[in-house]
């Protein structure tokens, strides 16, 4: 199984960023995704979840601001971050929590992360 993201960049005070991630393998079934960030020094954080049935999470420095969805059809999570603050800076990490048809057992993945940068 793999996490492809991508959408991050270098964006103004304000600004908004779209990220995306694919999951790809032997996915029986997904259970959750979600979006964590870090920065040197501290500990990767949870930003947004969104469960199987559609239920979401979000950390309380983003609410409001950010939204995640998810295409079950491509195996896809959105997370579309507006107003974006430049504490919201951070290296952004995708997760998957999924049944992996091969090894028969839930599994957590991750992808490799995508870094967001808001400065003016």
């Known amino acids: 199984v793999q996490l492809q993201a991508s959408g991050g960049g270098l964006v103004q005070p304000g600004g908004s960023l779209r990220l995306s991630c694919a999951a790809s393998g032997n996915i029986g079934s997904i259970n959750a995704m979600g979006w964590y960030r870090q920065t040197p020094g501290k500990t990767r954080e949870l930003v947004a979840v969104?469960?199987?049935?559609?239920?979401?999470n979000y950390a309380d420095s983003v609410k409001g601001r950010f939204t995640i969805s998810r295409d079950n059809a491509k195996n896809t999570v959105y997370l579309q971050m507006n107003n974006l603050k430049p504490e919201d800076t951070a290296v952004y990490y995708c997760n998957a929590n999924l049944f992996n048809s091969r090894y028969l057992r839930t599994m957590d993945y991750w992808g490799k992360g995508t870094q967001v940068t808001v400065s003016s």
């Open positions: 969104i469960t199987s049935g559609d239920s979401t």
